[in-house]
Nanobody, 126 residues
């Protein structure tokens, strides 16, 4: 069993930066694709960024491309999301998730992921 715990969410102003962390426990995630997703009030959960098990490939939603960076630290068994130039429309609960490594890219649908965190709130004020 894997537990994923997100942290780093906060209330910030437009243009600020935040780094979210997702700490995994229970097993190593060396051979798992990882992803970040978010859900804003009244909206469906959406894909933000994914990274393959070996870190070779990363994918981003168009809305965050060039502002967000996904990374992973195998030694720490932790996933990160560096968020720069934050906008009010980035306000959401952010979730991390883990999927067994297969194929050349990580899935971009939250429901496909085997393990999912409980989320951390990010609020960007204008």
């Amino acid at each position: 069993q894997v537990q994923l715990v997100e942290s780093g969410g906060a209330l910030v102003q437009t243009g600020a930066s935040l780094r979210l962390s997702c700490a995994a426990s229970g097993r190593t995630l060396d051979f798992w694709h990882m992803g970040w997703f978010r859900q804003a009030p009244g909206k469906e959960r959406e894909f933000v960024a994914t990274i393959t098990w070996n870190g070779v490939r990363t994918d981003y939603a168009d809305s965050v491309k060039g502002r967000f960076t996904i990374s992973r630290d195998s030694a720490q068994n932790t996933l990160y999301l560096q968020m720069d130039s934050l906008k009010p429309e980035d306000t959401a609960v952010y979730y991390c998730a883990a999927h067994p490594a297969s194929g050349w890219a990580a899935p971009q649908t939250f429901s496909e992921y085997e393990y999912r965190g409980q989320g951390t709130q990010v609020t960007v004020s204008s």
